[in-house]
């Protein structure tokens, strides 16, 4: 669907929402609801995904199981709970691109940053520095930072900050390149949300890894805003480490279990160090509760409990939606509607805003980031009375995503004029 051909109609709208392939999956969804029973315009997928109604099953199953069962549920569970997690692997890895040793689901994103850090950042005087992009999620800089003291170096010299150019809102990769090129033989670690939570930017992946793997730095994104809302081939562009959590695009629920994924080439080596739990001791020996660990050979080898299965059924639920539609479909559909997006807003062109989040499709996912010049806290309040969720992040900015799995066209139409209109443009 290219630009030329879109119309800034409500017709328009509803004939691409008639006509879209995915426009079924919606009905999967709970679209939160207005006070006189109509469905919200939920554009903040970003944030929290929507649940899927077949969660309610996914979790009720194991809670009767537990009602019925007790501690036999470990063992005869329809979905036996000592392996559960492992029933999420092929989604995952599908998700990300990866093989199936290269995925666990566990804990949550912060943490699962803190565990691959602790076996895959180990600096030496020489080679000590943190690479991430300025303006990266809060909890990423609190640990990268809090990793960089643990080992007795200082965020001031250690942590390196790549920030677009004056003027402009997007990092340039062959920014990234060249400081990659500058300092590299003194960074350990590059870390860079997959998606930057504020401005919406998706990096470079290959390109990136390719770049940092020339000068020996470990290679790592943050997928909070990728998994789910990019394709991605985490395998293949040969990415070392990556970590996701499951509550935005891929609707598992607030604070579900997250997933990470450790390339193969490390999954495999049990020698790596790395902080020890008994859920990442070999399963084969795991109840003869002895002293010594023994690493899984795989992702799994870096679990440290036995998982909430709540929490990892209600991701099954979702994950088995993405599953059956596949992302390709999911991305095509996304492009489409970040694109009538871009175009009603653009057709307004209006000083009182702008568009903050790349142009070239490539360099984005489904999230919009505008800029609003005055009262945009305000404003955006003012949308969520008139039943239009999206977001504001101090001290400027509106984020809109629509989904493909459960926005239509008509959302996003009905967005943009509530929007220009609250503008008064
Ligand atoms: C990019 C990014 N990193 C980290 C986090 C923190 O996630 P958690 O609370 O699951 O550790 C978030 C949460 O929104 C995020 O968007």
Same mark, same amino acid.
């Given at each position: ?6 119309? =800034?109609?409500?017709?328009?709208? !509803? ?14 969804? /709970?679209?939160? @609801? ?20 077949? *969660? ?19 063992? /005869? =569970? ?45 600096? *030496? ?10 303006? !990266?999620?809060?909890?990423? @800089? %609190?640990?990268?930072?809090? $990793?960089?003291?643990? /080992? ?12 677009? #150019? ?6 340039? *990769? ?11 033989? @003194? ?9 930057? %939570? %504020?401005?919406? $930017? ?22 909070? /805003? ?15 480490? +990556? ?13 579900? &279990? ?6 193969? #080439? ?32 795989? !992702? ?20 088995? &939606? ?24 653009? #057709? ?6 702008? &568009? ?5 499709? !490539?360099?984005?996912?489904? $999230? ?9 806290? +305000? &404003?955006?309040? +003012?949308?969520?009375? @008139? ?39």
């Amino acid at each position: 669907m290219s630009l030329s051909s879109f119309e =800034a109609t409500k017709d328009f709208a !509803a004939a691409m929402t008639a006509c879209d392939p995915l426009a079924g999956y919606r009905s999967r969804f /709970h679209i939160p @609801q207005m006070p006189g029973g109509k469905d919200c315009v939920y554009l903040c997928g970003h944030s929290l995904g929507l649940q899927p109604k077949s *969660t309610r099953d996914y979790v009720e199953q194991e809670l009767n199981d537990w009602e019925r069962l007790g501690v036999e549920g470990h063992l /005869h =569970a329809r979905n036996p709970w000592l392996p559960y997690h492992e029933l999420l692997t092929e989604p995952l890895a599908r998700l990300v691109g990866a093989r199936s040793s290269e995925v666990v689901a566990m804990n949550s994103l912060t943490v699962n940053l803190h565990l691959m850090m602790v076996s895959f950042y180990r600096p *030496t005087r020489e080679r000590h520095k943190i690479l991430i992009e300025a303006n !990266a999620f809060p909890s990423d @800089q %609190y640990a990268l930072k809090s $990793q960089i003291r643990h /080992h007795g170096y200082d965020p001031a010299t250690s942590l390196v900050e790549i920030a677009p #150019r004056s003027g402009e809102a997007s990092i340039r *990769t062959e920014d990234i390149d060249e400081l990659i090129a500058r300092e590299g033989e @003194q960074i350990a670690l590059v870390m860079l949300g997959g998606v930057n %939570y %504020y401005s919406g $930017q998706a990096f470079d992946f290959p390109r990136i890894t390719q770049a940092g793997h020339a000068r020996d730095c470990i290679v790592a994104f943050d997928l909070a /805003h990728a998994a789910g809302n990019l394709c991605l081939e985490l395998h293949d562009w040969d990415v070392d480490f +990556a970590a996701w959590c499951s509550y935005k695009y891929l609707n598992a629920g607030p604070g579900s &279990i997250a997933g990470c994924f450790v390339h193969e #080439r490390h999954a495999k080596n049990v020698e790596i160090p790395r902080f020890e739990g008994w859920w990442g001791h070999d399963k084969q020996t795991r109840f003869r509760m002895g002293p010594d660990f023994h690493a899984i050979p795989s !992702a799994e080898g870096w679990q440290l409990s036995n998982p909430s299965i709540l929490s990892a059924a209600a991701l099954r639920a979702s994950v088995d &939606i993405f599953s059956e539609v596949g992302m390709e479909r999911l991305r095509a559909k996304s492009e489409a509607l970040a694109g009538y997006l871009e175009f009603l807003l653009d #057709r307004a062109g209006s000083s009182k805003f702008s &568009i903050i989040t790349p142009r070239d499709p !490539a360099q984005r996912g489904a $999230q919009l980031s505008l800029r609003v010049k005055h009262n945009g806290r +305000a &404003i955006c309040d +003012a949308l969520a009375e @008139q039943g239009v969720i999206c977001d504001w992040r101090e001290p400027d900015m509106l984020r809109v995503a629509p989904v493909p799995l459960y926005n239509s066209f008509l959302d996003v139409y009905v967005f943009a004029e509530k929007l220009l209109s609250a503008l008064r443009v």
